[in-house]
């Protein structure tokens, strides 16, 4: 079965649906010409670089839409890991993914709908501006704007057009000078944004998705997670006879039974350029205590109400963001459970030192600084991927780290992050200077640490990092 676009990727497409709020995007200040007579059918390369690159604007596909028919545009530039933005036909914009995209190949033989009459038939000839579709005893022509075809007849017949993620990585290197028409608004262009917001907040979801399309728009780069912004290989650990030890994979086929990663193995993921990107924030509807919202924290980035997008957007202007700061957190070691300010540098993003050195950020509190700390949990080994291709938003050879924990203490300051999932699984031979524990109840089940070692629960080193010093242990740390 076809795989539809997930949430996140679904078009804003006129004939579907009303936008909830009125974000201006660029598409409102002039509208976008109907496809020209000479778009080619096939996409075509040119050397950038010295590299065989996609032209973005000559990637013709067909998309899968969420109504279950195929409609025909261009890709304009890839945003997150395997989504691409797309402009299709007939003005409108969305996203899809690889599996939901076909290469705009028509050959006669063909079956097609027309969206606008609804007639339907097989293409008996191919034109540089339209086909001639045959079909009930009539033949007609039919543009690519009024263009449609049934999900079963894709899958019937256009097996052979799939397009590949290999295929579409060369758009990388094209899309920072093409994603933007010249007459589009670019206020946040070099601005990269990480979004976490809470599934019950309603209100932002219904809108989440034509805020993003704007936020693109107007030339942001949307980053789908902190392990996407940094570079973190680390290195599996096997026991012996049971794999091996192994960078990046598992070379034995085996879970690991531990994943270390020094400070010196994670950094930005890219080196600053005229395209790059120069500052990146935090946006959620509300102060939370996510894995996204906790790793800006300890790197010192900027976490913002997202009011500070739709304000920016409903200005075309980008407004000054120190305004839009949200609460660090809530300090529980108090009665009075206090709202406590972020420490950030106001002056954030105005060099590109603040991205290239975001690991030793000096206006973050780095509370684990030199220290070696190991992380005990049973989701805290990152989940091993297959090495992909180098893309815009993409560093090649890394582990996604799935529950955030050790990334998190990294950035906090530690030299190095061990994870494993039982205490047993770490090295008898290597100091640790602090053991964190997920499951709180830990001190019932291990015997007192080593001299030297401190022993404490996740939920204790959270505290902490939202009061901005080390909380003195709690009877049951």
């Avoid at 543009?143 to 049934?150: D, K």
């Avoid at 993620?165 to 007459?183: F, K, W």
């Avoid at 879970?255 to 990107?277: H, L, M, V, Y």
């Avoid at 935090?282 to 739709?310: E, F, H, R």
């Amino acid at each position: 079965m076809t795989p539809s676009p997930s949430a996140a990727g679904e078009s804003h497409r006129k004939r579907k649906r009303s936008v909830a709020i009125s974000v201006p995007r660029k598409a409102s200040k002039k509208e976008h010409t109907q496809t020209p007579a000479n778009h080619p059918r096939r996409h075509s390369t040119a050397s950038v670089n010295g590299k065989n690159t996609i032209q973005v604007a000559s990637l013709r596909v067909l998309v899968l839409y969420t109504d279950g028919y195929w409609y025909p545009g261009s890709v304009r530039e890839f945003q997150t890991p395997d989504s691409y933005k797309i402009l299709y036909d007939d003005n409108s914009a969305g996203w899809a993914k690889t599996g939901s995209m076909r290469q705009l190949e028509l050959r006669v033989g063909d079956e097609v709908m027309d969206s606008k009459t609804k007639k339907s038939g097989t293409v008996s000839e191919v034109k540089e501006d339209m086909i001639v579709v045959s079909g009930s005893g009539i033949t007609f022509d039919l543009t690519y704007r009024y263009l449609r075809i049934p999900c079963d007849k894709v899958e019937a017949q256009w097996s052979d057009r799939e397009l590949t993620i290999g295929v579409l990585a060369g758009i990388h290197d094209t899309s920072r000078q093409s994603a933007l028409p010249e007459d589009a608004d670019s206020f946040l262009r070099g601005c990269g944004i990480i979004i976490t917001s809470n599934p019950n907040a309603l209100q932002w979801n219904k809108e989440k998705n034509e805020i993003l399309a704007a936020m693109i728009e107007n030339g942001a780069t949307l980053i789908e997670d902190w392990s996407d912004a940094l570079q973190t290989s680390g290195t599996y650990i096997y026991d012996k006879g049971k794999g091996k030890k192994g960078k990046g994979k598992d070379t034995g086929n085996r879970n690991p039974k531990s994943w270390k990663i020094t400070k010196e193995q994670a950094r930005w993921f890219e080196d600053p350029d005229e395209g790059s990107i120069r500052r990146v924030f935090v946006l959620a509807d509300a102060v939370c205590q996510k894995p996204k919202y906790l790793i800006a924290l300890a790197l010192g980035v900027p976490c913002l109400s997202t009011n500070w997008m739709t304000d920016s957007l409903q200005n075309r202007d980008a407004k000054e963001w120190s305004s839009y700061l949200l609460p660090k957190g809530i300090d529980n070691y108090t009665s009075q459970n206090v709202r406590l300010s972020q420490s950030v540098n106001l002056d954030w993003g105005m060099m590109p030192e603040h991205l290239t050195n975001i690991m030793d950020n000096p206006y973050a509190q780095k509370l684990f600084s030199g220290s070696s700390v190991l992380c005990v949990g049973d989701d805290y080994i990152p989940e091993q991927h297959e090495e992909r291709m180098v893309t815009l938003r993409i560093v090649t050879n890394r582990s996604k780290i799935t529950s955030g924990v050790p990334l998190i203490i990294l950035a906090m300051g530690a030299s190095q992050v061990t994870a494993v999932a039982n205490l047993q699984d770490a090295s008898k031979d290597e100091h640790f200077d602090y053991v964190l524990f997920k499951d709180p109840k830990w001190n019932s089940k291990f015997p007192a640490p080593k001299e030297g070692t401190i022993y404490a629960s996740w939920s204790w080193a959270k505290q902490s990092l939202i009061r901005g010093q080390m909380l003195p242990l709690p009877e049951n740390d």
